[in-house]
């Protein structure tokens, strides 16, 4: 089995950046990709980004390319979301998710077969 334990989530205003942190501990030698989902209230559960550790490969959602980046470290086992400019909309709790299906690299949920607890992050206006 594989733990993801997120951390990083606050309080912050417009403009500002912010930066989670996901931390993947127990099988990790099965993870392919681990990616970052968020869902505000009353919304389905949105795709942000995600990141291929062999070959550092990274894929972004529509709503958030250009703003916040996403990387790993493969030898501490963690995956890092950078959220840059960051605006009302993207208030949510931000999920890490982990992938062992090898042949895929996308946003699809069903394809993550690990998931976080989740960090709040929450931007006022």
């Known amino acids: 089995q594989v733990q993801l334990v997120e951390s990083g989530g606050g309080l912050v205003q417009a403009g500002d950046s912010l930066r989670l942190s996901c931390a993947a501990s127990?099988?990790?030698?099965?993870?392919?990709?681990m990616g970052w989902f968020r869902q505000a209230p009353g919304k389905e559960r949105e795709f942000v980004g995600a990141f291929m550790w062999s070959g550092g490969r990274t894929f972004y959602g529509d709503s958030v390319k250009g703003r916040f980046t996403v990387s790993g470290d493969n030898a501490k086992n963690t995956v890092t979301l950078q959220m840059n400019s960051l605006k009302p909309e993207d208030t949510a709790i931000y999920y890490c998710?982990?992938?062992?299906?090898?042949?895929?690299?996308?946003?699809?949920?069903?394809?993550?077969?690990?998931w976080g607890q989740g960090t709040q992050v929450t931007v006022s206006s």
């Open positions: 127990g099988r990790t030698f099965s993870i392919s990709a």
């Open positions: 998710a982990a992938s062992s299906q090898s042949w895929y690299f996308g946003g699809a949920e069903r394809h993550y077969d690990h």
